[in-house]
Nanobody
């Protein structure tokens, strides 16, 4: 079956960096658009970044310039490189997949279980 498994979260001081990873299986990875979402306690889940099968990307305005989404199709891996972390970045980060980038931003078909990112002051 389809599995998306996130890793790389943790507790980091403000200004620090993290690299989140998502390992995909059970899908033709290279044909899928992929995305990263996050959800803070008591808040709505929001799209952080998305990447199309062809490499086009988009980002939440508040993370642009600090976060970079990338993919390695040979390894079926999705990444989110994060720099200059802020306390407001604290959330559970989820990997998502869909058939195209429009769908990954509106109604992803598959979700991972999430990885916790906590940023201290």
């Amino acid at each position: 079956q389809v599995q998306l498994v996130e890793s790389g979260g943790g507790l980091v001081q403000a200004g620090g960096s993290l690299r989140l990873s998502c390992a995909a299986s059970g899908i033709i990875f290279s044909n899928n658009a992929m995305g990263w979402y996050r959800q803070a306690p008591g808040k709505q889940r929001e799209l952080v970044a998305a990447i199309a099968s062809g490499g086009i990307t988009n980002y939440l305005d508040s993370v642009k310039g600090r976060f970079t989404i990338s993919r390695d199709n040979a390894k079926n891996m999705l990444y989110l490189q994060i720099h200059s972390l802020r306390p407001e970045d604290t959330a559970v980060y989820y990997c998502a997949a869909a058939n195209n980038i429009a769908l990954v931003t509106t109604a992803p078909r598959y979700w991972g279980q999430g990885t916790q990112v906590t940023v201290s002051s």
